[in-house]
C-alpha cells in the first residue's frame, strides 16, 4: 500500500508541476510583453546611432505597436462586457421562465377551484351525468349565464341547450336575407379569356385601375390552384385593389380583413364565445364564409397586410383544413356544445367552409412585417407585383355576374385541354434531378399538383404553357434557394440558368432567371 501511495502522489505532483508552469509560463509572458523598461533600455542602446529617416521609422513602429496593444486590451474589454450582458439576459430568462411557471401554477390553481364551484352548483341543482357537463359548458349555471333566473332552460337528452337567447346576430341574420333568396342569371357563356380582358377594360373604365394581361391572368391560374394566393411587392402596385376590383367586377364586394400586429390566433379572424355577455362576437369573415354557403357566388375574403402578424398563428387552423383531400371535411370549429337558437348552418358548434370561397392576402417586406415561412408558400401561389400598370384608354365595360359554378366549369375544361405537355413534364423531372444534385432542393408533389393545375388555366386565359411553368418554378420552387448559403452557391446558379436555357429553350424561362440573377447579386 505504502508503494502505492508513493507512486500515486509522484504522479499526481507531476500533474500539477505541469500546471505551475502552464501559469509561471503565462505570467512570465505578460510580464516579457510588457516589460517597458527593458524597452526604453533597448531603444536607448540602439537610439544613439540612428539617422533620421530611422528615428522616424522607430517612431512610426512605437506608435504601430503601442495601438496593435490598445486594440488588443479594447477587443478583450468588449469581450467581457459582451459576456457579462449574455449572463444577464440568461439570468433575466430563467427569471422569467420561474415567474411564467409560477403563472402557470397559479391558473392550474384558479381552474381547480372554478371546477370545484362549479361541481357544487351542479350538485345544488340536481343535474346528473353527462348532461350536467352540456348544462355547464353552455355556461348555464349561475348568475350571468345568459339563462333565466328562473331556470327555463332545459338540456334535452342530444345535449342540446333549450334556450330563447340568441348568440349569433349576424349568422342569424344570414340566415333571414337567404330565406327568401333568389339567385341571379349568371353569365355561363363568357370564357376564362373573355373574362381576362372584361376584368381590364372594367378596372380601367370603372375603378381608373390599369392591369396588364398578364397579371389577371396569374390571379386566376392562381385562384384554380390554391384557395390561398399572396399578392407580394413593393408598395403602390395595386396589391389591394386587385382583389378589391375583382369582387366589384363580380358585383360582389370583397370582404377586407386588416390585419393587426396584435392578431396571436384565430379568434381575431373568425372571432370568440364572450363568456360575460354569452354572446359570440362575429367578424365579417365568419359571415362571409357563412353566407357562401348558402350562394353560388364567388366569394374573395382579403387579409390586408398578412404577415404584419404571424401568419402561423392567426390562419394556422384554416391552413390546415385547406389541405385536407376531402373538402367535405372542411369543417370549423365555433363553439363547444349546441343551442335551440343557434343558426340554421351551424352543424353541432362547427361551420362548413364552402368551395366557392378564395383567401386573398396581401404582403409587404420591410422591417415592420414577418417573414412568410415556407409551410404558408407551399400552400399559397405568390403572385409577384413588382410595377404600376401603364395606363391605357377603354370603353365603358359594366360588371359581369359569374357564378362559382361555371368558373369552376372553365377550370376542370381548362385541365382537359392543355393539361401540361409529356415534353414538359419530363423536362421539369430532369430539373428536379439536377437541383437535388446540385442544390438539395426538391419540388414536392404538392408544388407538382399545384403546377398541373396552374399552367392549363393559364394557357386558356391566353398565356403561353412556357411562361406558366416558369412562373410556378420561381414563385415556388427557386424562391426555396434563399435559405442556402447563397454565397457559396453562385457558381451551381450561374451553372442553373445556362442548364434552364439549354433545357427549355434560348429565351425561355426569363422569369427563373431574372430571380435567379437577383439571388446572385444579393448574395
Excluded at 399572396?230 to 358585383?251: D, E, H, V
Excluded at 415556407?374 to 399559397?380: E, F, G, I, L, S
Excluded at 377550370?411 to 439536377?434: C, G, M, T
Aim: hydrophobic content about 45%.
Amino acid at each position: 500500500m505504502d508503494n502505492f501511495l508513493e507512486w500515486f502522489f509522484e504522479f499526481v505532483s507531476e500533474i500539477l508541476k505541469g500546471f505551475g508552469l502552464i501559469f509561471i509560463g503565462l505570467w512570465n509572458g505578460l510580464k516579457q510583453i510588457f516589460n517597458i523598461k527593458q524597452y526604453i533600455e533597448i531603444f536607448k542602446a540602439h537610439s544613439t546611432q540612428f539617422g533620421a529617416a530611422e528615428w522616424v521609422l522607430s517612431i512610426l513602429a512605437i506608435i504601430v505597436v503601442c495601438a496593435i496593444f490598445l486594440l488588443l486590451i479594447w477587443i478583450i474589454i468588449l469581450a467581457v462586457r459582451k459576456y457579462i450582458r449574455f449572463r444577464h439576459s440568461i439570468v433575466s430568462n430563467e427569471d422569467l421562465l420561474e415567474e411564467i411557471a409560477v403563472l402557470q401554477q397559479r391558473v392550474l390553481k384558479a381552474m381547480r377551484e372554478k371546477d370545484e364551484i362549479m361541481a357544487m352548483k351542479v350538485a345544488q341543482i340536481g343535474v346528473p351525468g353527462s348532461a350536467a357537463l352540456s348544462y355547464a359548458s353552455a355556461g348555464m349555471l349561475g348568475d350571468g349565464s345568459g339563462a333565466s333566473a328562473g331556470g327555463e332552460n332545459q338540456v334535452t337528452e342530444s345535449g342540446v341547450v333549450q334556450t330563447t337567447d340568441s348568440r349569433f346576430s349576424k349568422l342569424i341574420e344570414v340566415d333571414q336575407i337567404y330565406a327568401d333568396y333568389t339567385p341571379p342569371e349568371y353569365d355561363n357563356e363568357i370564357t376564362l379569356e373573355q373574362i381576362v380582358e372584361r376584368f381590364r377594360l372594367f378596372a380601367c373604365s370603372r375603378m381608373h385601375l390599369f392591369y396588364d394581361p398578364k397579371t389577371v391572368r396569374l390571379f386566376l391560374a392562381g385562384m384554380a390552384s390554391t384557395k390561398l394566393i399572396i399578392l407580394q411587392g413593393i408598395s403602390g402596385t395595386g396589391k389591394t385593389s386587385l382583389p378589391y376590383s375583382f369582387g366589384k367586377f363580380l358585383g360582389i364586394d370583397t370582404t377586407i380583413a386588416s390585419v393587426q400586429p396584435s392578431w396571436r390566433d384565430r379568434t381575431e379572424l373568425f372571432g370568440y364565445f364572450n363568456e360575460f355577455t354569452k354572446n359570440f362576437n362575429e367578424t365579417e369573415v365568419l359571415r362571409r364564409i357563412y353566407s357562401s354557403s348558402y350562394n353560388d357566388d364567388i366569394n374573395l375574403i382579403l387579409l390586408d397586410e398578412m404577415n404584419i402578424a404571424r401568419i402561423e398563428y392567426y390562419f394556422a387552423e384554416m391552413l390546415s383544413i385547406l389541405e385536407m383531400p376531402n373538402a367535405d371535411e372542411w369543417e370549423l370549429d365555433i363553439v363547444p356544445n349546441v343551442w335551440s337558437t343557434d343558426p340554421v348552418k351551424l352543424d353541432h358548434g362547427k361551420i362548413k367552409i364552402p368551395q366557392n370561397i378564395w383567401y386573398i392576402g396581401t404582403a409587404n417586406n420591410d422591417d415592420s412585417t414577418f417573414a412568410i415561412s415556407d409551410k404558408v408558400y407551399d400552400r399559397a401561389q405568390p403572385i409577384n407585383l413588382d410595377a404600376k400598370g401603364v395606363e391605357f384608354d377603354a370603353p365603358d365595360t359594366p360588371p359581369i355576374q359569374l357564378s362559382y359554378t361555371h368558373l369552376n366549369d372553365l377550370f376542370e375544361e381548362a385541365y382537359r385541354y392543355y393539361p401540361v405537355s409529356e415534353k414538359n413534364l419530363k423536362k421539369i423531372h430532369q430539373l428536379d434531378l439536377w437541383v437535388i444534385e446540385k442544390l438539395r432542393v426538391a419540388f414536392g408533389n404538392r408544388i407538382m399538383k399545384q403546377l398541373l393545375l396552374f399552367v392549363p388555366v393559364y394557357v386558356a386565359c391566353g398565356g403561353d404553357e412556357l411562361d406558366g411553368i416558369d412562373y410556378v418554378l420561381a414563385t415556388k420552387v427557386f424562391r426555396k434557394f434563399e435559405s442556402l448559403n447563397l454565397a457559396m452557391l453562385r457558381e451551381e446558379l450561374k451553372e442553373l440558368c445556362t442548364y434552364l436555357q439549354s433545357l427549355f429553350g434560348a429565351q425561355t424561362m426569363q422569369e427563373s432567371i431574372a430571380y435567379i440573377n437577383r439571388l446572385r447579386k444579393l448574395f
